[in-house]
């Protein structure tokens, strides 16, 4: 974990992500909190993360979400070299959630 991230403000920041219960509330929430530009950048790397778990090829990626060859690259090193499985995490946690095991 990226010790320079971890500090009281970040943690006050992921409480309140926490603290929301619905789609509605995120949406509310991050209408506020970022630029529409922050967010959909921030849901593209996810879509990028799930099409790269799923094994598809950065021309099917570009493709379906206009993400760059540099982004898709980012979100690769993130998924399979850091040692945070970030991505990870969530993706195997929303798979759970939804039953898709």
């Given amino acids: ?3 320079k991230l971890k500090n009281a403000t970040t943690d006050f920041l992921f409480d309140a992500i926490l603290s929301l219960e619905t789609k509605e509330d995120c949406y509310r929430f991050f209408e506020d909190l970022c630029t529409s530009s922050e967010l959909k950048a921030m849901s593209q790397r996810l879509l990028v993360a799930k099409m790269l778990t799923e094994k598809k090829v950065y021309t ?3 493709k379906e979400t206009g993400a760059s060859t540099a982004t898709i690259s980012r979100v690769k ?5 850091n040692d945070t499985y970030g ?3 969530a993706l195997d946690k929303m798979a759970e959630k939804n039953g898709q095991l």
């Fill in 77 to 81: 090193r993130a998924l399979f070299d």
């Fill in 87 to 89: 991505y990870t995490l």
């Fill in 1 to 3: 974990m990226n010790s």
């Fill in 60 to 62: 099917e990626i570009v």
